[in-house]
Structure formats: structure tokens, C-alpha cells
């Protein structure tokens, strides 16, 4: 699927790298030698610059999100590269929350884009579907909803104990994300973006996403708008993938949506995404989390990662690096040199060098 640069950065960049926790650690670095060996052909300057922000540091220093980092961040760097942060020894994922939501908030990234693309037949739970038939994109709104971290408890710790976590959603937010989903389909030639809410529960929150909806789509009359609740996508999805080329849901939706989609495509080991500002500073982050079981094994599939990076070579305006990386992965794919996830028997390094060696080569 193709993404048209957001970010035009010439023939340097700068990247953030924050590997995080689990196997972020062992994730990003296989995916910084994918990105070394995709621009050491093609006369482009990248300079990597690693931050050691996680539950490590958050349990020895008391520190999550440094004072200034955010503007540092938005002011030194054109990208960042996200492995993952979760970890059992901070049961309340409050570093997880100040670094990870913190930067989506703060740094403004308010598209958050999960393409789910099948990249080899054999990779779908799905009976008689084939790569052609999974290939859309979700868009998920990536700054307000549930996530915004407004609510509190009354009587906490007691049998008569509420808790209340509010669902806040403006018009701006609604509209900026749904519009993103409409201009990404005009740009990639796609014939239908499916918005998808619980208006029918949610008569306040979604009521507001139903009327910026049919106020939108009417700017984009040769696209097919429709509408699903989020219940009956999470049927159709499975059902028929073939039907959807954009989706574009709340927060919350979108999160679980974006797993659901993974699994179509062979698991979160493979899933990649963006949370992007058009122009701004961006993060890009593989779907999946720490996976404290299977974390210090050395067997995380490192090639979610590794389409991650895809997706900011591509907002970096560096899109043939980018099908470098793509490329390799399906080549991998191919030839079934995989980590246990996908029914190999490879580690995450084998795989890392196996890809780095590949778009090397090309
Ligand atoms: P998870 O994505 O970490 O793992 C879910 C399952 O998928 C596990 O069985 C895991 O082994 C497997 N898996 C995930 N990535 C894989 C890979 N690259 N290769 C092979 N197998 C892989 O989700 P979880 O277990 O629900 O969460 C674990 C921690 O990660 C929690 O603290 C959670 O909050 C956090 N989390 C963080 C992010 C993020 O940083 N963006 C995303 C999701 C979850
Ligand atoms: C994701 C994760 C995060 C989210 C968690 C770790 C807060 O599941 O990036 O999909 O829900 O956004
Ligand atoms: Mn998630």
C-alpha cells in the first residue's frame, strides 16, 4: 500500500531511537540495521540517537518521560523509532502511559496508521483468502477518546466504589482524522473508507462522529462512504476482508481493531505502524507490545519492526528505502525464514542480518 511522504527531509535525518522494554529491546536494534544497510546504497545520511526511557530507568530513577523531551524531540528530530514499553515489575504501566500515550499526546500525532497487508498466502487464519484479498488500512484517532486519562474514583477501596473514566472527543479531533482517512484514500486512488462507531450505545461521543462523518464525506463524492457499528465490523472483517480499503475509528476502537487485523495478517509479529503529525516529528512503533513471555529468548520476530521502519522511510519522502525494506520482508516471508511465531525456526538476530544482508544485496 502506498503512503505518499508527509515529511519531506532531503537527503539527511535524524531519528530517535527508544527501544523500550521486552523485546523492543531486541526488536529496534535488527530494525536500525535494516534502515544502515537500505541507505548505505543510496547516498542518504541518517544519524540514530538512542534513549534509554523504560521501566528500567522509571524503577531506578523514579523517571518516565524526561523535563524537555518532548520538545527535544520535536525540535531535533524528524522521526522517532518505537520498540515497546510494558513491563510485569510496573503493574500500573504508568511509565508506559507518561512515554508512550505522553508522546502521542503531547508531540500532537493524532493519525495513528495500522496497514494490515498479507504478505505470503500462508499467513492467514483464514480459509480461501489470499494476499489480494487483505490489504486495507485503519486509521485510528490517536489523541482523545478514552485514552485521555480523564475520570477518577470516589469511595476507592470500599464495596460502594465507582470509577469513571470519561470518553472526551472534540469536534476538531473527530474531523482532523476523519478528513486524514478521506485524503489518504483520494491520494492512493482507494474507493472506500467504512467509518466505524457505537453511535447506537454511545448517543453523545459518537452521535458527534456520525455528524462530522456525513459532513465530511460529502467533500469526497467519488469515494463509497459507509458506515458500520464496531461490533458488526469486527464480523465483517473476518468475514470478508475484500470489502474494506480504509477504516477510520476512535482511540479505543482502533486499538482493538488493529490486533484483530494483525491475526489476519499473521500475527502481531508482523504488524507495523505510524502515529504521525503530517510534518511534524512522527513516532513509529511495530502494534505489538513487550511480550514479557517471550521476552530475553531471542526469538521476537523482529520483521513488525522492520515494516515500521518501512513506514518511516516512507514519511521520511524516502519511499524506494522503504520497498527496500518491504521487499526483504516478503522475501523472508517467501522463503520461510521466520522466526517460531510464523512456524519458524529462526531467532531474532538470524532474521535481523538475513533481512540487513538482503536489501544489502539489491
Ligand atoms: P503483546 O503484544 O506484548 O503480546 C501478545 C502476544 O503476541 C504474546 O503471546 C506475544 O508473545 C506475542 N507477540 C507479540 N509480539 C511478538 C513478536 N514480535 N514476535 C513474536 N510474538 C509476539 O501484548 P500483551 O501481552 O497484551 O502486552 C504485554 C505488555 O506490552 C503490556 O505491558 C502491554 O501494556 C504492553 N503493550 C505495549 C504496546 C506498545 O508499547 N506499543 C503495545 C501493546 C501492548
Ligand atoms: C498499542 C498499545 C497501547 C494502546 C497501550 C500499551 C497503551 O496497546 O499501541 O496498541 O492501547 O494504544
Ligand atoms: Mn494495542
Not at 307 to 323: A, I, P, Q, R, V
Amino acid at each position: 500500500m502506498s503512503v505518499k511522504p508527509l515529511r519531506e527531509c532531503g537527503p539527511a535525518a535524524r531519528i530517535a531511537v527508544i527501544a523500550g522494554d521486552g523485546i523492543g529491546k531486541e526488536v529496534t536494534p535488527e530494525s536500525v540495521k535494516a534502515i544502515r544497510s537500505a541507505i548505505t546504497s543510496a547516498r542518504r545520511q541518517i544519524e540514530f540517537v538512542e534513549f534509554d526511557w523504560g521501566a528500567d530507568k522509571f524503577l531506578r530513577e523514579g523517571v518516565s518521560l524526561p523535563a524537555g523531551a518532548v520538545e527535544m524531540l520535536a525540535n531535533e528530530f524528524d522521526a522517532i523509532l518505537f520498540g515497546a514499553l510494558g513491563d510485569p515489575r510496573v503493574p500500573s504501566n504508568q511509565h508506559a502511559a507518561d512515554i508512550l500515550l505522553g508522546l502521542r499526546f503531547k508531540l500532537d500525532l493524532f493519525v495513528n496508521a495500522r496497514p494490515v497487508e498479507l504478505f505470503h498466502d500462508r499467513l492467514t487464519p483464514l480459509r480461501d483468502r489470499s494476499a489480494n484479498d487483505i490489504r486495507f488500512m485503519v486509521f485510528r484517532e490517536n489523541t482523545e477518546g478514552l485514552y485521555v486519562g480523564v475520570g477518577g474514583f470516589f469511595k476507592k477501596d470500599t464495596p460502594d466504589e465507582i470509577a469513571v473514566q470519561e470518553d472526551v472527543n472534540s469536534r476538531k479531533g473527530v474531523e482532523r482524522i476523519i478528513r486524514h482517512a478521506f485524503d489518504y484514500a483520494r491520494r492512493n486512488q482507494l474507493k472506500r473508507v467504512c467509518m466505524s462507531d457505537k453511535s447506537n450505545a454511545m448517543n453523545f461521543a459518537h452521535d458527534l462522529w456520525q455528524r462530522v462523518f456525513k459532513q465530511v464525506l460529502q467533500e469526497y463524492p467519488e469515494i463509497e462512504s459507509r458506515h458500520l457499528y464496531i461490533d458488526t465490523l469486527a464480523m465483517e472483517v473476518v468475514r470478508d476482508p475484500r470489502q474494506f480499503d480504509v477504516i477510520v475509528t476512535c482511540n479505543l476502537f482502533g486499538d482493538i481493531i488493529s490486533d484483530l487485523g494483525a491475526q489476519l495478517a499473521g500475527g502481531l509479529g508482523l504488524a507495523p505502524s505510524g502515529n504521525i503529525h503530517p510534518g511534524r516529528t512522527s513516532l513509529f512503533e511495530p502494534v505489538h507490545g513487550s511480550a514479557p513471555n517471550i521476552a530475553g529468548k531471542g526469538i521476537a520476530n523482529p520483521l513488525g519492526s522492520i515494516l515500521t521502519s518501512g513506514m518511516m522511510l516512507d514519511f521520511l519522502g524516502w519511499k524506494s528505502e522503504g520497498d527496500a525494506l518491504r521487499n526483504a520482508v516478503r522475501s523472508a516471508l517467501q522463503e520461510n525464514f521466520v522466526t517460531p511465531d510464523l512456524g519458524g525456526d529462526k531467532g531474532t538476530v538470524e532474521v535481523g542480518d538475513w533481512i540487513a544482508k538482503r536489501v544489502g544485496d539489491r
